[in-house]
């Protein structure tokens, strides 16, 4: 039996609202987002596959996360349709997870990412951030500030070098990375890549975020995503790059407010 997903549920009642972060990100990056909307909704955080405190695969494709992460909802709500919010490398995954299984998916929010193909590797700043993880000799690690230093030279932004070392934990004497470094860093194609689903499109309610300096948008897009999901709506945050929801809270907050409460 394949372990479960580990979640991290926050508020008690209303409808459940499952929430898929992205790369070398964990289910409690989203609690800020929860929090707020605790008081009419059950949040269900959950860590991705190969990340946080949820199972490692030896292999990464979208439709096996999108089961994956299927069959936690399914036991955390009992089949109960749920809204589903997922950014970058989770919306993928919340994209082929509504058109794989429609049934489970009432209406889903998809966050800075697009039905194509992303580069990851390479050149690309998540190639650079493998990098510098594996550049850590955790060995001979003393302390956090020491990691923060020796990932400065791959990563400038201290805010991002701090989202990278949330992953990294520490076992009596013993420093580790918690998300699958080795699966992850080694298939960045894979992650980036977008499979041509067989699936029929998602004919439920899609609201398509995207933030107004990111580039993980493009008006090539449009019509791929309209044909996936026929009753899709664009909306620009301003001000907002690829984290939106960390860049702009409010206005992302808000957005998602009127998404939920559409009857």
Not at 162 to 189: E, I, S, T, Y
Not at 210 to 217: K, L, M, N, P, V
């Amino acid at each position: 039996m394949t372990a479960e997903l580990n979640a991290l549920v926050v508020g008690a009642n209303g409808p459940p609202v499952v929430f898929c972060h992205g790369l070398f990100g964990q289910g409690k990056n989203w609690t800020s987002v929860a929090r707020a909307l605790a008081g009419d909704h059950r949040c269900l955080l959950l860590d991705m596959p190969n990340h946080g405190r949820s199972p490692w695969t030896d292999r990464i494709g979208y439709p096996d996360l999108a089961d994956q992460v299927a069959d936690r909802i399914a036991g955390l709500t009992g089949d109960e349709p749920v809204t589903v919010v997922g950014h970058s490398m989770g919306g993928k995954i919340a994209m082929m997870l509504a058109l794989r299984h429609p049934d489970l998916v009432r209406r889903l929010c998809v966050v800075d990412v697009s039905p194509a193909p992303v580069r990851l590797d390479g050149e690309s700043p998540f190639a650079q951030y493998v990098r510098g993880m594996r550049s850590l000799d955790l060995d001979r690690l003393p302390d956090r500030a020491a990691a923060d230093r020796g990932l400065e030279p791959y990563v400038s932004d201290p805010v991002i070098r701090g989202f990278l070392l949330q992953n990294l934990r520490r076992d009596g004497d013993a420093w580790r990375w918690q998300m699958n470094l080795h699966v992850l860093g080694d298939r960045l194609d894979q992650v980036g890549s977008w499979p041509t689903p067989s699936e029929p499109p998602y004919r439920g309610p899609v609201l398509w975020l995207a933030g107004e300096r990111s580039d993980y948008i493009t008006d090539a897009d449009r019509e791929p995503m309209r044909a996936l999901f026929p009753a899709v709506r664009k909306v620009v945050i301003k001000n907002a790059g690829h984290w939106v929801h960390s860049e702009q809270p409010e206005a992302f907050l808000s957005t998602l407010r009127v998404f939920l409460a559409a009857s």
